[in-house]
């Protein structure tokens, strides 16, 4: 029978006190080493392992948005001592080849020199979970390797996110939804008498059976802003560790110069018992931690602060779509709206929850498509910027 949610960490852990180390200084590698060294690995040996880094894009690793090779060496080198089999596996975005994205990011170089695994999680079929607490939802297809290791190990990058605020090691075990059901997530209604976003709360029922057994941050290069994939990188210099994701979450927040309690899938989850997020309930060595606080920019409430003459229109659109109109917003936006304030002036469309839009909406993606009649429309899952460009000038040439 299938799991209905991941077994409790086999890491001694104290949870209503939970521990988190941070580690500083230039070597990602040894930060990585340092950071983990203060946890017993005992519990790991004989067990398989799978690290769950952020490789969701084809991006080079100093551009802040995968997890740095470097702090992935350093994971599977400190597992691999402590007697355990280590395999690195990710589903990426929609449109994205897992193993390229390995070797973009420079994961795939790391591994191969030590003979460790990479697993395209995409590759097989999916399990079904069900999620007895879930509110908005209660099922999920799971990778089958999410639920087939002993121990998961949760390795995002410190990066503020458009929709949900920070993505960090809660956020980051989406990447074990299998292949398109992590959009599904995007797109859920919201719920009737419940004020917080639809994708907030399915972010921590998904905590409630998706919780990492030990969570390692990487904030070596970071991103700020328009997070998670068209802000700007920050460096930090700085790793985290730590068993409770939620703790080890808190923490970062708190580096990143954001408070945990204001991100709101940490603060349901915490809520609901999945982990802590209060800073007096959370032992963070060593004791001049906060030394490596920057704070980081937050992500604009809308697009349109970085493209004035544009205003997007954006309900529940997923990250692969929003990736592409920055794409193309920057590539093409300023020979197009930036000189000629009377073209300045249009709106574009993406996500599936619209219940009507004005006319001549660019509307970008099949989640738009019912909006297609009259309106110049682009098709894809996600589409390509290029076809926008093309969509874009034949419509209002
Ligand atoms: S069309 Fe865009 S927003 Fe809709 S599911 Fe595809 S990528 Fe996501």
Redesign the pocket.
Known sequence: MAKTALPPTPFPMDASCPSVFVASGDSPYDNTRNALEKIDLAPATGKSVLLKPNAGRNVEPEKGVTTHPQVVAAAIDAFTKAGARVAVGESPI??VDTLEAFAHCGIAAVAQERNCPLIDMDARRCVKMQIPDGIAIRTLKVCREILEFDIIVSMPVMKMHMHTGVTLAVKNMKGGLWR?SK?DL??LPPLPGNDAKTLDIAIADMASVLRPHLAIIDGTIGMEGLGPSAGAPKRMDVVLAGIDAFAADAVACELMGVSARDIPHLQIGAGRGYGVIDPRKIRVAPDNWKDARSPFELPPENLSIEFPGVTVLDK???????S?LLLFLRRYGDDLFGESPEKAQIRVA???GHKSLPPHTLC?????AEFKDGRPYIA????VASEILKAYTEYFK
């Open positions: 929609i449109g398109r959009v995007h797109m529940q659109s997923c990250s692969a779509c929003q592409t993406i996500g599936k970008i993606g099949n989640c738009t894809g899952c996600p589409p």
